[in-house]
């Protein structure tokens, strides 16, 4: 049994957990409040992973550490004053007990693309969160501590919340009202299931020949945010609501008086024009495929019909 390490316990974070619980794994999950999912093989801990003095006894024994924390806002400010200097006591703390850290990785760094996003694209984005996350990866590279970054793009799955295909959007098409997305709802987007993203990372820290790359996570063919609507209905067995849109310049006109809308804005162009991810040279390397769209729907969809009825 090889002991891993998970910081943080979002919905990737504690989907990694509770995978590598299920395969017989011992799982340390490191968070500041000790929460978590609750498994026998996954010990909560409360472990504030900025702090280097925290680290070297909650890493002691890890084959991997797979670092799954948040900003605590939506901000490029926020990102700047706590992501690298997290990431660098957790890569210090790693490489001294010998693991690998794996990192979920979003697809900001590559900025605005016109074509579909293979892993040979420049990822050199420069401005705000954006290239918050390129300079990330530079710290990354630089590190002597072996790592891997597995590159997802908007989630969708059981646990995810505050997503575009979050809570949105499952709630909205179950008590069938008016779906408003962000951008076009007739441009193709790619969406990525949280467990394909979890498997992939787990796979990854267990293949010394794929340590110290990118790579992207299974994610299934591109589909409008109308049609995802269409199929969330479908595997709900609810009739289809009425979708529209919230166009972009309204984001430009709101980020005038409001920095959280602003921040939204500075991504919106993911949704104003095709963002299509292309994973199949990942998925060849790490021997994964993604879970069908109207399986992994079907998945979600439960998951938020059991929160419903728990809280009734």
């Not at 891993?4 to 316990?9: C, P």
């Not at 990192?103 to 984005?125: K, M, N, Q």
């Not at 989630?155 to 779906?179: D, I």
Request: glycine share 8%; with cysteine.
């Amino acid at each position: 049994m090889s002991v891993h390490v998970v910081t943080g316990a979002g919905p990737v974070g504690s989907t990694v957990a509770l995978q590598l619980a299920g395969a017989g794994e011992q799982v340390r999950l490191l968070t500041r409040s000790g929460s978590g999912p609750e498994h026998a093989l996954i010990e909560r801990r409360r472990v504030d992973v900025s702090r280097p003095d925290h680290l070297d006894e909650a890493f002691a024994g890890a084959v991997a550490v797979h670092h799954c924390i948040h900003g605590s806002a939506y901000d490029a400010r926020v990102w700047r004053a706590e992501l690298p200097a997290a990431e660098r006591v957790v890569l210090e703390a790693a490489g001294r007990a010998g693991a690998v850290v794996t990192f979920p990785e979003s697809l900001y760094s590559y900025g605005p693309v016109d074509r579909p996003i293979t892993e040979d694209l420049p990822r050199a984005a420069t401005t705000g969160k954006l290239g918050v996350r390129t300079d990330l990866l530079a710290q990354r590279d630089a590190s002597s501590t072996p790592t891997v970054s597995i590159a997802a793009s908007d989630f969708y799955g059981p646990m995810v919340r505050n997503a575009h295909a979050g809570e949105r959007m499952v709630p909205t098409v179950l008590a069938g009202r008016t779906m408003r997305v962000l951008g076009s709802a007739d441009q193709p987007h790619s969406f990525t299931y949280v467990p394909d993203l979890a498997a992939a990372m787990i796979a990854a820290a267990a293949r010394e020949d794929l340590w110290n790359s990118f790579l992207h996570a299974p994610t299934p063919a591109a589909v409008t945010q109308r049609r995802l609507v269409e199929l969330t209905a479908e595997a709900a067995g609810v009739r289809v609501p009425k979708v529209s849109s919230i166009p972009q310049w309204v984001l430009r006109a709101s980020g005038v008086v409001s920095r959280e809308m602003r921040e939204l804005g500075e991504t919106s162009y993911m949704f104003t024009a095709p963002f299509v991810l292309d994973s199949s040279a990942s998925e060849q390397r790490l021997g994964l495929s993604p879970t069908p769209l109207a399986d992994g729907l079907a998945e979600t969809v439960a998951w938020w019909r059991a929160q419903e009825d728990a809280a009734a």
